[in-house]
């Protein structure tokens, strides 16, 4: 039967507890990042993050605690990210190397924003602080947040979020079990210098939502679910969705299957 709409997406997911562990946890992509800050400068102007041979496939991203500082008098202080990059077609590049902050002291780098590069990285990604081409300053620092980013987009298009579902069965008690719907944007982050998390756009959250009835109980099915929800997400632009998990007891979740529904436009 055609209904008449052709241009309703779902994608479908899955989430296990990792055997004697908990904490924060992904599904639709994730977030790779150091809960403490780095502290670029001329004479340590390098930070390396990731791991050698690592498949991440992922955007570096920084978020800054502010401007930067630089006595230049011509030119420019950057910061960039080298590394080896691949393509969503498969194309692999060895020492590539993309400028994340052209400017430091540019307008738009302010108090928690945050900066991501257009490529993806594998394995280990180094990001420098430095002079640009002309740039003539002999001290300057920049302080900042960092890691990797992976979300999902629909294949790079733009869509409306409206359709989250999560269903699941419960391998222990667990008091502090959240699932948390985030839309991953260049808005809502929060520089910390030694405690940082990423992404602070929540669409939906059980916690929120469900309020006293949100534990897990061992042995027991769970279910969370949000219609009609409205959430535009530019997909060709960096914007992007992703679950992120939270569970306080071993293997709170022995299975649970994610779907996420909108309309493409």
Request: hydrophobic share 40%; proline share 1%; net charge negative.
């Amino acid at each position: 039967m055609n209904l008449g709409i052709t241009n309703l997406v779902f994608k479908s997911f899955s989430f296990t507890s990792p055997t004697g562990a908990t904490g924060i946890f992904y599904a639709g992509g994730f977030y790779e990042f150091a809960a403490a800050d780095s502290n670029l400068n001329e004479v340590s102007q390098t930070q390396t993050f990731g791991d050698a041979n690592s498949a991440h496939a992922s955007h570096a991203f920084c978020v800054v605690a502010g401007v930067g500082a630089d006595n230049k008098t011509v030119g420019a202080v950057r910061l960039k990210v080298s590394g080896t990059s691949i393509t969503d077609a498969g194309v692999r590049a060895t020492s590539d190397t993309e400028v994340l902050i052209a400017d430091i002291k540019a307008a738009t780098v302010i108090t928690d924003k945050y900066f991501e590069t257009s490529k993806k990285w594998i394995g280990q990604v180094t990001f420098t602080l430095e002079n640009d081409a002309t740039g003539d300053a002999t001290t300057f620092s920049l302080d900042f947040n960092y890691g990797l980013a992976k979300y999902d987009d629909f294949g790079n298009r733009n869509f409306v979020l409206q359709d989250f579902e999560c269903v699941g069965r419960a391998g222990a008690n667990d008091s502090g079990f959240n699932i948390e719907l985030i839309k991953h944007q260049t808005s809502d982050w929060t520089y910390h210098a030694s405690a940082f998390v990423p992404g602070g756009n929540v669409i939906t959250a059980l916690a929120t939502v469900h309020s006293t009835e949100s534990n897990l109980v061992n042995n027991d099915v769970f279910a969370f679910k949000r219609a009609n929800l409205s959430e535009a997400i530019s997909g060709n632009d960096g914007e992007g969705f992703l679950m992120r998990m939270t569970t306080t007891a071993n293997n709170a979740v022995e299975f649970m299957d994610i779907h996420v529904g909108g309309i493409v436009k």
